[in-house]
């Protein structure tokens, strides 16, 4: 049986990113504070290997291997993520600005997509090999 908690836990990451992500657009926090789009990717990657946990949660039951497990979280936070950079250099193309996005910061991104997913992985790993 599914745990409750991957469904609350995605709902929750979801809010508290669009919340934040609403909160830095009136407030500027994207160019304040240089760290905040590490952080926000970080989050993304977490709720997105959250939720792929919670869709395949039968596939993940039955497999015993940790690394495929962990290889396929990852495989679908990159996946998401290079969606992600892939619309936000479309955004800068078609409104004609620059400092959208760049190659760097799309490296950048994708290493804290990866991280957040990553920890999230772990973490659930850890509380449901604990608690059922």
């Not at 709902?11 to 609403?22: A, Y």
């Not at 926090?29 to 946990?53: E, Q, R, S």
């Not at 936000?88 to 490296?107: C, H, M, N, R, Y």
């Amino acid at each position: 049986m599914k745990p409750v908690f991957l469904r609350q836990w995605t709902l929750k990451i979801i809010l508290g990113i669009f919340l934040l992500n609403t909160l830095a657009g009136f407030l500027y926090w994207y160019a304040i504070f240089p760290w905040f789009d590490n952080m926000m990717h970080f989050f993304g990657g977490f709720w997105v290997a959250v939720a792929t946990i919670s869709v395949f949660w039968k596939i993940f039951s039955i497999q015993k291997s940790q690394i495929l497990k962990l290889v396929f979280v990852v495989l679908w936070v990159l996946f998401v993520g290079l969606v992600w950079e892939i619309y936000e250099f479309g955004v800068q193309d078609l409104i004609k600005v620059t400092g959208i996005a760049s190659i760097p910061g799309s490296i950048s991104d994708l290493i804290f997509d990866t991280i957040g997913g990553v920890v999230a992985f772990l973490i659930i790993n850890i509380k449901t090999k604990h608690h059922g």
